[in-house]
Nanobody, 114 residues
């Protein structure tokens, strides 16, 4: 069955970096549309980045130039490199796979604070 497991979250100071990883099983990420989303306390789920089979890559306006999405086909993972982090990046980050329907991981907490 389809499973997505996020990892790599944690506490980081403003200006710092983190690398999130989404390990997929039950399907192949290289032939799927994968994306990262985030949800801050009291807020709606927000689009962060996506990568398609081609691959075509897209980013949300708030993270352009700071975040980078990539795919490791040998490990069947999708990664999110986050740089120049600001407190507004604090959220639970979710991995999503668009297959016959949308599948979501359980999320990983990212906290940006001094």
């Amino acid at each position: 069955q389809v499973q997505l497991v996020e990892s790599g979250g944690g506490l980081v100071q403003p200006g710092g970096s983190l690398r999130l990883s989404c390990a997929a099983s039950g399907f192949t990420v290289s032939t799927s549309t994968m994306s990262w989303w985030r949800q801050a306390p009291g807020g709606e789920r927000e689009f962060v980045a996506a990568i398609t089979e081609s691959p075509h890559i897209a980013y949300g306006d708030s993270v352009k130039g700071r975040f980078a999405i990539s795919r490791d086909d040998t490990k069947n993972t999708v990664n999110l490199e986050m740089n120049s982090l600001i407190p507004e990046d604090t959220a639970v980050y979710y991995c999503k796979a668009l297959l016959d329907r949308s599948y979501w991981g359980q999320g990983t907490q990212v906290t940006v604070s001094s």
